[in-house]
C-alpha cells in the first residue's frame, strides 16, 4: 500500500470517527440519513433524543426461575440495538454502548466487489437472511456454526412443515405432537408438499426468494410466522430500513435493489398489487 493509499484511508477512518461520535441515528435507525450525507451537511443532521428502555424484572416468589427467565428474554430484546452514551439504560452492561475506539481496529477499507459481496453476505447471515442471488458460492450458507437459526425458532414454527391444524384458530396440537398422533389428533393432516420444509438449504435466487412455497421452494418465510411477536435476532422495522438503504446505495451489480424488494413482498404484501397468473 503506498503512501497515498494510507493517506486517503486515515481521512476516511478521520471522517467516520467523526460521524460516529455525533450519534446521529445510524443505519437501519428511524431519521438515519447516512455517512455520506453527514458529511455533505458537515454534522447538521438532529441528534436522536435519549432512549429509555426500563424492564421491569417481574420475579415471583414462588415461580423464580420461570419469571427469572421470562425477565431475562425480555431484556434480551431490548438489548438488540447498541446504546448511545446520551441513553438511560438500567443494565450495567458495557458492551451495549459501542465507542469508537471499540471498533477503529476492525474497520478496513474494501476495494474490491468480492469483498463487498462477502461482507454483505456475512451481514445476511447475522440477519438470519439467505445469502444473496449474485453470490458464486454459497457452500458456507449449509455450515452449521453459521446456519444455527432452527434454534432460535419455536417448535410449533418446525411443527408446521408436517402437518396442517384444519380446526379453525386451533394451535395447541401442533405444540402437543406425539407417537399416534393421527389417532390423538384426528384434525391434524400431514403435509405432502416438498417445499414446506423450514431449515432451508439450496442455491438462493430470484425464483426462491419470491416464491410463496406452495408452487416452489421458498427461501423464507414470513419474518412474523418464523419470529412471532418479532423476537428474532433483530427488529423487522430495523432489517426494513437497512435493506432499503442498501438497495438505494447499490450500483445493481450485487441485485440488492430485487432481494429488498423481495423481503417487502414477503412481509408487507399490502403494498403490491396482485395479479394471478393463469
Same mark, same amino acid.
Given at each position: 500500500?503506498?503512501?497515498? %493509499?494510507?493517506?486517503?484511508?486515515?481521512?476516511?477512518?478521520?471522517?467516520?470517527?467523526?460521524?460516529?461520535?455525533?450519534?446521529?441515528?445510524?443505519?437501519?435507525?428511524?431519521?438515519?440519513?447516512?455517512?455520506?450525507?453527514?458529511?455533505?451537511?458537515?454534522?447538521?443532521?438532529?441528534?436522536?433524543?435519549?432512549?429509555?428502555?426500563?424492564?421491569?424484572?417481574?420475579?415471583?416468589?414462588?415461580?423464580?426461575?420461570?419469571?427469572?427467565?421470562?425477565?431475562?428474554?425480555?431484556?434480551?430484546?431490548?438489548?438488540?440495538?447498541?446504546?448511545?452514551?446520551?441513553?438511560?439504560?438500567?443494565?450495567?452492561?458495557?458492551?451495549?454502548?459501542?465507542?469508537?475506539?471499540?471498533?477503529? %481496529?476492525?474497520?478496513?477499507?474494501?476495494?474490491?466487489?468480492?469483498?463487498?459481496?462477502?461482507?454483505?453476505?456475512?451481514?445476511?447471515?447475522?440477519?438470519?437472511?439467505?445469502?444473496?442471488?449474485?453470490?458464486?458460492?454459497?457452500?458456507?450458507?449449509?455450515?452449521?456454526?453459521?446456519?444455527?437459526?432452527?434454534?432460535?425458532?419455536?417448535?410449533?414454527?418446525?411443527?408446521?412443515?408436517?402437518?396442517?391444524?384444519?380446526?379453525?384458530?386451533?394451535?395447541?396440537?401442533?405444540?402437543?405432537?406425539?407417537?399416534?398422533?393421527?389417532?390423538?389428533?384426528?384434525?391434524?393432516?400431514?403435509?405432502?408438499?416438498?417445499?414446506?420444509?423450514?431449515?432451508?438449504?439450496?442455491?438462493?435466487?430470484?425464483?426462491?426468494?419470491?416464491?410463496?412455497?406452495?408452487?416452489?421452494?421458498?427461501?423464507?418465510?414470513?419474518?412474523?410466522?418464523?419470529?412471532?411477536?418479532?423476537?428474532?435476532?433483530?427488529?423487522?422495522?430495523?432489517?426494513?430500513?437497512?435493506?432499503?438503504?442498501?438497495?438505494?446505495?447499490?450500483?445493481?451489480?450485487?441485485?440488492?435493489?430485487?432481494?429488498?424488494?423481495?423481503?417487502?413482498?414477503?412481509?408487507?404484501?399490502?403494498?403490491?398489487?396482485?395479479?394471478?397468473?393463469?
Amino acid at each position: 500500500m503506498g503512501a497515498t %493509499d494510507e493517506k486517503v484511508q486515515a481521512e476516511l477512518l478521520s471522517c467516520f470517527e467523526s460521524f460516529w461520535e455525533s450519534e446521529v441515528p445510524r443505519i437501519g435507525e428511524d431519521g438515519a440519513e447516512g455517512w455520506n450525507l453527514f458529511e455533505i451537511d458537515r454534522g447538521t443532521s438532529n441528534i436522536p433524543q435519549p432512549r429509555t428502555d426500563v424492564v421491569k424484572a417481574n420475579i415471583g416468589r414462588h415461580r423464580v426461575f420461570e419469571t427469572w427467565a421470562t425477565a431475562e428474554r425480555l431484556q434480551t430484546l431490548k438489548s438488540r440495538e447498541p446504546a448511545r452514551t446520551i441513553d438511560e439504560v438500567e443494565e450495567d452492561d458495557p458492551y451495549r454502548v459501542i465507542l469508537f475506539s471499540d471498533i477503529k %481496529d476492525f474497520i478496513t477499507y474494501l476495494d474490491s466487489k468480492q469483498a463487498h459481496l462477502t461482507l454483505l453476505n456475512a451481514f445476511m447471515a447475522f440477519c438470519r437472511l439467505p445469502p444473496l442471488p449474485s453470490s458464486d458460492n454459497q457452500s458456507w450458507w449449509t455450515d452449521p456454526f453459521v446456519r444455527n437459526d432452527g434454534l432460535e425458532q419455536s417448535d410449533a414454527y418446525h411443527d408446521q412443515c408436517f402437518f396442517d391444524d384444519q380446526r379453525s384458530g386451533s394451535k395447541e396440537a401442533l405444540t402437543q405432537l406425539s407417537v399416534g398422533i393421527e389417532l390423538e389428533y384426528p384434525n391434524l393432516v400431514a403435509r405432502k408438499g416438498p417445499f414446506t420444509f423450514k431449515l432451508r438449504n439450496f442455491p438462493s435466487s430470484a425464483e426462491t426468494l419470491f416464491s410463496d412455497g406452495t408452487r416452489w421452494f421458498a427461501q423464507q418465510d414470513r419474518w412474523l410466522d418464523i419470529y412471532q411477536g418479532d423476537v428474532g435476532p433483530v427488529k423487522i422495522d430495523w432489517l426494513r430500513r437497512v435493506l432499503k438503504c442498501l438497495a438505494s446505495k447499490d450500483a445493481s451489480e450485487y441485485n440488492l435493489a430485487e432481494y429488498s424488494l423481495a423481503f417487502e413482498w414477503k412481509n408487507f404484501p399490502e403494498g403490491f398489487v396482485r395479479y394471478d397468473l393463469p
